[in-house]
Nanobody, 121 residues
Framework: QVQLVESGGGLVRPGGSLRLSCAAS????????MGWYRQAPGKQRDMVAA???????NYADSVKGRFTISRDNAKNTVYLQMNSLKPEDTAVYYC???????????????WGQGTQVTVSS
């Protein structure tokens, strides 16, 4: 039974900060690439940030310099620190676990249920 459980979303004013957490169970966490995605109403789900099993990080251009992804393999948890939040960051944020091109084992995607982030004055 694989579970990814996001937490930390909420309502924040422009310029504020939030830290999202995603706790994983049912997988060997350190073997997986972890990512954060977001989806606003009427828009596609896009990658925000990802961190590979080897610690390589990629960010969407829209969040570079403002968001930081990190992982704690001992806690089976991936984080997204979001600073200088803008109204356009408003979306449901989803945690994803998958295998990258150089990771061993079968393919397959696992998703969390999502957590709402609303940036509004």
């Amino acid at each position: 039974q694989v579970q990814l459980v996001e937490s930390g979303g909420g309502l924040v004013r422009p310029g504020g900060s939030l830290r999202l957490s995603c706790a994983a169970s049912g997988i060997i966490f350190s073997f997986y690439r972890m990512g954060w995605y977001r989806q606003a109403p009427g828009k596609q789900r896009d990658m925000v940030a990802a961190i590979t099993s080897g610690g390589v990080i990629n960010y969407a251009d829209s969040v570079k310099g403002r968001f930081t992804i990190s992982r704690d393999n001992a806690k089976n948890t991936v984080y997204l620190q979001m600073n200088s939040l803008k109204p356009e960051d408003t979306a449901v944020y989803y945690c994803k676990a998958d295998k990258g091109p150089f990771d061993a084992g079968p393919r397959g995607d696992y998703w969390g249920q999502g957590t709402q982030v609303t940036v509004s004055s």
